[in-house]
């Protein structure tokens, strides 16, 4: 995808305020997907059958947690009771502005949130909403940025209170290499970080400027480190990536950052590829997050001309193969290969709308404030090129159709480019738009 799948240049596109049809796993998907290569081409239409979204994956699947740093209790301040009350009307209320490129943010186990620069910048934003720079890692000209490349991703150790470590995402001079590397807080200041890296933890060539995937997020289920890559850039090619497990592209990894120096393979990732690798088959899991109350993983995968969908995968289910390139959301994308046997489909598909708008998803967090109690365990999620904001409910097995909420918090008209959801460490969310500002959900 280019510029419309998230990051390109931020180039601010129209905001498109259209209702979408937004279908749930319920149907077996037709083979009826567009081979065309231009990335925000064609409106597609939706299939209908019976889905799983943790339908059997090569490798195995079940038994992966509960080894890790988190040995699987999940320990949160996050409101884990059940939503209660009639649902009423919500707004925003801007938090923080200035800063940077935003492209996404995240809190580090206290009352402070961390947000991301795709020009290398870490923001620190006080509770009063003010802020600094915690680090830059652009420092030494670390930092390739263009295209969707630059500073994309941030994760806190789960013990950080005690250790200090940390962990980013991010885009090397000068080939745009994906590199994951560790840093620290300094000693002095807690506001500040150690602008020396501690040691590399993974890198891995990319052979184009989009498709770098994004998010790094702990586990709360296991503890490790989970990693999103794309699958190396264009438009429905390579078709190898997807589905090739001697390639990291196109899956979200998963290490011990405990278990060795740089880190060890934890139990229950794939055995016949990249060791690396537990989840694979993914266009580009721009963002995925974990529910701090469950462990499961909601991603985010963007599409390419037709359909966008949300993938989850409930807590210690995996490995898991989510079919892309040879599906595209429910239907078949790769007509010539149009085996789904294997695969996992999503929760959650929308369709791109006739005359080429190029949809994006954006992919969000699972609401567990207080603050909002009828809103509890709703994911939250986001379209980068509509500006579309919607809710859906996941019980395990079946997710709810997604409710547009965002005509409700448009008081003021709609955002531009939504590039990630955040919550702090009590639930509550927030929204990141690439302007630099910090937007929290309420309850009006």
């Given at each position: 995808m280019s510029m419309t799948s998230h990051l390109s240049s931020w180039l601010v596109l129209p905001g498109f305020v259209s209702t979408l049809a937004l279908v749930a796993a319920v149907a077996t998907p037709g083979c009826g997907g567009d081979d065309a290569i231009d990335p925000t081409g064609g409106g597609g239409s939706t299939s209908s059958g019976t889905t799983s979204a943790t339908g059997g994956g090569d490798g195995g699947q079940g038994g992966a947690g509960g080894s890790g740093a988190?040995?699987?209790d999940i320990e949160t301040a996050a409101d884990c009771t059940a939503p209660e009350g009639a649902e009423?009307?919500?707004?925003?209320?801007?938090?923080?502005t200035g800063l940077g490129v935003s492209v996404f943010a995240t809190h580090a186990g206290d009352d402070r949130l961390f947000v991301v620069s795709q020009s290398g910048e870490?923001?620190?934003v006080q509770p009063d909403g003010s802020s600094s720079v915690f680090l830059d890692v652009d420092a030494g000209?670390?930092?390739l940025t263009g295209g969707e490349r630059g500073l994309l991703g941030?994760?806190?150790?789960?013990d950080y209170a005690n250790n200090g470590r940390f962990f980013v995402h991010y885009s090397a001079n000068p080939d745009g290499r994906t590199v994951i590397e560790e840093y620290a807080v300094s000693a002095g200041d807690p506001d500040v970080a150690d602008p020396a890296p501690v040691q590399l933890i993974l890198e891995e060539p990319q052979p184009d400027t989009n498709h770098n995937g994004g998010s790094i997020e702990f586990s709360p289920f296991d503890g490790f480190l989970y990693i999103g890559l794309g699958d190396g850039g264009g438009g429905g090619d390579p078709f190898d990536n997807g589905q090739?497990?001697?390639s990291r592209l196109a899956t979200i990894l998963r290490i011990d950052v405990d278990g060795g120096v740089p880190y060890a393979i934890p139990d229950g990732n794939i055995t016949d590829g990249e060791a690396e690798i537990?989840?694979?088959g993914l266009r580009n899991p721009y963002r995925f997050s974990f529910d701090p109350c469950s462990g499961d993983i909601y991603i985010g995968d963007v599409g390419q001309n037709a359909f966008e969908e949300i993938d989850i995968a409930p807590a210690g289910t995996g490995p898991l193969n989510w079919g892309w390139p040879v599906m595209e959301g429910f239907s078949c994308y790769n007509s010539n290969n149009c085996d789904m046997n294997g695969l996992a489909l999503p929760a959650l598909e929308y369709p791109h709308p006739p005359g080429n708008d190029g949809r994006s998803v954006t992919g969000g967090v699972v609401y567990r404030g207080s603050a909002i109690p009828w809103l509890r365990g709703a994911y939250l999620f986001a379209d980068f090129v509509s500006s579309e904001i919607w809710m859906t409910r996941w019980n395990g097995t079946d997710a709810t159709p997604a409710d547009l909420i965002s005509d409700d918090l448009y008081d003021d008209g709609?955002?531009?480019?939504?590039v990630a959801f955040a919550q702090n460490r009590v639930g509550e969310v927030f929204i990141v738009t690439a302007d630099g500002t910090l937007r929290r959900i309420d309850a009006e």
């Open positions: 988190g040995g699987g009423g009307s919500l707004t925003l209320t801007e938090f923080a870490i923001y620190v000209d670390r930092v941030l994760a806190f150790h789960p090739d497990k001697n537990f989840h694979w709609p955002l531009s480019n939504i």
